[in-house]
C-alpha cells in the first residue's frame, strides 16, 4: 500500500479552484511535517507549501503566497491543499511529501501525484 496517495486534481479554468487531498497510510502522521510540491510541464520540482506537525505552522512559496491554503486533518491523517485563483502557470502534477520526524525538508516518502490543469 502506498504511503501517500493523493486526489483532487482536474482541469479548471484560470481563476478557478480545487481542493487537493493527500491520505497518509501506514505512517505517524500526526508528528511529521508535510509538503506540496508541484511539477509543471518542461519544468523542474517546486515545492509550494508545507505544514508542521502539532500547531500545524505552515508555510508558503512566493508564487502562491495568498492564494494557496494547506491544512491538515490528523484523525483522517489527511493533508490538503486548496488552490485558489488559479493561474495557466499553476498547471502541474502536484505530489505530497512527508518529512523526517524531526525535520522540514527531509522527505522520506512521495505520492504518486494528481494533475492539474488550468485552462479555458
Known sequence: EDPLVESGGGLVPPGGSLRLSCVASGLTFDSLAMSWV????GRGLEWVAAIGS????????????????ISRDDAKKTVYLELNSLKTED?????????RAGTWW?????GQGTRVTVSS
Open 38 to 41: 508541484r511539477q509543471g510541464p
Open 54 to 69: 502539532g500547531v500545524g505552522t505552515t508555510k508558503y512559496a512566493e508564487p502562491v503566497k495568498g492564494r494557496v491554503v
Open 91 to 99: 498547471a502541474a502534477v502536484y505530489y505530497c511529501a512527508s518529512a
Open 106 to 110: 527531509q522527505y522520506d516518502y512521495w
